[in-house]
């Protein structure tokens, strides 16, 4: 079936750091999605991106579409203590989704 | 809107018990979800459902029942519980191939 490669599997960082994380695909996704599970709780979605070159913001996050269409990235910029958690990507070749294995991020005050 | 909402919230079974987990959604959707995730891993399709009538195996189904007579509820049956399927088992929905929107999760140990 198909897999999305996720990278980098777990971050330490100081809290005012930038954060960068990827995933990457054998194959051509039509959507990518990006969500984050906190700690006991479900993911919640925190991007979604529909067009290749797409650049999306929602806050201090930013995410884009590769313009390959196999690739997308997000970017969390001066990290805070609350972006602790899983952060996961999504894609969509069709339905239903395939998930990235995520990227645990941690916060060092 | 209570948006997706699973029960039990947590459940121990023994070896060869059966169980259902409850998942309802109050949001219209047309597609619903079911996955797992193990510890440290990511989420693993069991089934899915795209409407009413319909349901579909993913990645993991074995082991696992489904069933979708109404368009709010879709239920994952356990009829043998092996240690395997200890897990923390998510229900999400979707209409159509908009974002899925996830419950909280049922945790599941089976000893």
């Known amino acids: 079936g198909q897999q999305l490669n996720q990278s980098p599997q777990s971050m330490f960082i100081q809290e005012g750091e930038d954060v960068s994380m990827n995933c990457t695909s054998s194959?051509?996704?039509?959507?990518w999605l990006w969500y984050k599970q906190d700690p006991g709780e479900g993911p919640v979605l925190l991007i979604a991106l529909y067009k290749a070159g797409e650049l999306t913001s929602n806050g201090r996050l930013t995410a884009q579409f590769g313009i390959t269409r196999k690739d997308s990235f997000l970017n969390i910029s001066a990290s805070i203590p609350s972006d602790v958690g899983i952060y996961f990507c999504?894609?969509?070749?069709?339905?239903?989704?395939?998930f990235g294995k995520g990227t645990r991020l941690s916060v060092i005050a | 809107n209570a948006g997706v909402t699973q029960t039990p919230k947590f459940r121990i079974l023994k070896i060869g018990q059966s169980m259902t987990l409850q998942c309802t959604q109050d949001m219209n959707h047309n597609y619903m979800y079911w996955y797992r995730q193990d510890p440290g891993m990511g989420l693993k399709l069991i089934y899915y459902s795209v409407g009413a009538g319909i349901t579909d195996k993913g990645e993991v189904p074995n082991g696992y029942n489904v069933s979708r007579s109404t368009t709010e509820d879709f239920p994952l049956r356990l009829e043998l519980a092996a240690p395997s399927q200890t897990s923390v088992y998510f229900c999400?929905?979707?209409?159509?191939?908009?974002?899925?929107?996830f419950g909280d999760g049922t945790r599941l140990s089976i000893l």
């Open positions: 194959s051509i996704f039509n959507t």
């Open positions: 999504a894609g969509q070749p069709t339905t239903p989704l395939v």
């Open positions: 999400a929905s979707s209409y159509g191939d908009q974002p899925q929107h």
